[in-house]
């Protein structure tokens, strides 16, 4: 048998555990100062409300007396576009020019400061003498060629992208926002169908139709808006379904029957179609309005002038209405 080695090291395995039980506080070699047992915290119930604050999506509420103005501006235009096609005659369209273009205008105001594009005041000048051309083109030129007004809508396009890259400070947002300025020009134009549709034989009557299908519509879902908005499209969004398929459905009947009363080839059936198309134009325009507002204000910008942001649904609303009306009188009632 061998005699047992000293010990010569003092840290070794053995006298390292006996150090550890003699000192149960202290420190292991090689680890942190905080003892191995010692647990995370669970966070307060402070630190929990916080969270779900931040978390939580916020509500926009419904205005009604909003809602109702907004519905009352819808059936005013409606009216006045309606009453404008019936008024002139083959010598007299250029009051109704008039009318369109302080329509166009008031359009044009709404879409520049709510959507806010760059160079707005080159970009809202440019595209007034757009529009101003676009009457004139649509009252001198040949009956029912829409061709002269996409020319003009191209031409006024490419003039106010040039106008938007003059200074170096828009050339960026002007490559970033040329889909804002191509509706803007295109909204603007729009309305200049109707001056088109006026010089056909069945164009007052597919203008009566149709305006009054969206107006119903847009009416009739805004009132709704203010009495019964539920359920809610989105959180954000100050709109009901209710009051959106009640007025689709609604418009879609006034012009149902207006079918009824007018003469070849309109019939209720034709006009119900006419009513359920104009309808959900001027739906699908205003709830995007609606949506565009919502993410502006989820982004954190500043909002636009309040009379602005309300009116260019309806306006935006009628301008498509305006284009369907045209594509419905060629390629479905003749």
Not at 56 to 77: H, N, T
Not at 179 to 184: A, F, V
Not at 239 to 264: D, E, K, N, P, Q
Request: proline share 7%; with cysteine; net charge negative.
């Amino acid at each position: 048998m061998f005699p047992s080695m000293p010990n010569d090291d003092p840290w070794d395995a053995e006298a390292s555990q006996q150090v550890a039980r003699m000192n149960p506080g202290r420190a292991k070699a090689g680890f942190s100062a905080v003892p191995e047992d010692e647990e995370e915290k669970p966070p307060s119930s402070e630190e929990l409300e916080d969270d779900e604050e931040f978390e939580e999506i916020p509500v926009v509420p419904v205005r009604p007396k909003l809602s109702a103005a907004i519905g009352g501006f819808a059936a005013l235009l409606a009216v006045a576009l309606i009453a404008g096609s019936h008024l002139t005659g083959p010598g007299a369209r250029t009051p109704y020019a008039i009318v369109l273009f302080g329509v166009q205008l008031l359009g044009l105001l709404a879409w520049t400061m709510a959507l806010q594009p760059p160079a707005a005041a080159a970009t809202a000048a440019v595209v007034a003498v757009t529009a101003l051309i676009a009457d004139y083109l649509a009252v001198t030129g040949e009956p029912g060629e829409l061709l002269p007004l996409l020319w003009v809508t191209l031409g006024g396009f490419a003039a106010t992208m040039v106008a938007q890259v003059i200074r170096a400070g828009d050339r960026q947002r002007a490559k970033d926002t040329w889909r804002t300025t191509l509706i803007i020009v295109c909204g603007a134009t729009a309305y200049a169908i109707l001056i088109v549709l006026t010089r056909e034989p069945i164009g007052s009557q597919t203008i009566l139709v149709c305006c009054t299908g969206a107006g119903v519509a847009l009416l009739v879902a805004r009132l709704t808006d203010a009495v019964f908005p539920k359920p809610r499209i989105a959180l954000q969004v100050p709109r009901g379904a209710t009051g959106i398929v009640l007025g689709a459905m609604l418009g879609t009947l006034a012009s149902a029957v207006l079918g009824s009363y007018l003469v070849f080839p309109f019939t209720p059936a034709k006009g119900a179609v006419l009513g359920l198309v104009a309808a959900v134009a001027a739906h699908l325009i205003d709830l995007a309005v609606n949506f565009g507002e919502a993410g502006r204000r989820l982004a954190g910008e500043a909002p636009t002038f309040w009379l602005a942001r309300h009116m260019q649904g309806p306006l935006g609303g009628f301008a498509l209405t305006a284009f369907a009306a045209y594509t419905l009188a060629h390629w479905y009632l003749t």
